[in-house]
């Protein structure tokens, strides 16, 4: 085998009966984020198609892709910031012993907690000023506004989620799958 991949037995599942309103809500949220994967693909084939086959361009399809990409970027912090499946090298987490291993968790997922806070009250500041600003788009003359607040919509997604993983990881480390196992990449 070439490469590691994700191990999906590392996130364990709740029975259906007993899923939580937290574990609903994390599903949902996921699935706004696979919505706007979805939504992005379709944008960019169906554009693609038609400027290839038919030589048409959709009215504002490099505004609608930027922006729906920013959208996608934002709900996709918001899925993979609970789970802990993102891409992460830590040699030091990775030979030290499982309460320790907690402790660096709780503590980077603190710090992440803060940095995303701060940057929804950021990205809060620009949907405000992009809206007093009559920001459009280029052909359609759409606002711009409306497509920030959806992504600032994922960031606070993000920030719950962060903080639903945070209090998890202090008190209930046993809601949360082992995030990581050392494979070796053959």
């Known amino acids: 085998m070439v490469g590691a991949e994700l191990d999906t037995a ?10 939580s309103i937290m574990d609903r809500f994390i599903d949902f949220i996921e ?9 992005v693909a379709a944008d960019i084939f169906i ?7 038919f030589s048409i361009q959709i009215p504002d399809a490099y505004d609608f892709g930027r922006l729906l990409l920013g959208i996608l970027i934002f709900w996709g912090i918001a899925a993979t910031s609970y789970r802990g499946t993102h891409i992460t090298v830590d040699l030091v987490w990775a030979n030290v012993n499982e309460r ?6 709780v503590f980077a997922t603190l710090v992440l907690l803060f940095v995303v806070t701060v940057q929804t009250y950021t990205l809060f500041d620009k949907v405000a000023t992009t809206r007093a600003d009559n920001v459009l788009t280029f052909e359609l003359h759409l606002p711009v506004w409306p497509f920030f607040a ?7 997604s993000a920030v719950l989620l962060i903080a639903i993983r945070t209090y998890r990881l202090i008190f209930h480390p046993e809601d949360i799958g082992r995030g990581y196992q050392i494979k070796p990449v053959e």
Request: cysteine-free; hydrophobic content about 60%; glycine content about 8%.
């Open 10 to 19: 590392m996130v364990p599942a709740a029975p259906k009966g007993k899923r």
């Open 31 to 39: 699935l706004v984020a696979a919505f706007f994967v979805g939504i």
């Open 47 to 53: 554009s693609v198609l038609l400027r290839y086959f």
């Open 100 to 105: 320790w291993q907690r402790y660096i968790d």
């Open 150 to 156: 959806v992504a600032w919509a994922g960031d606070v």
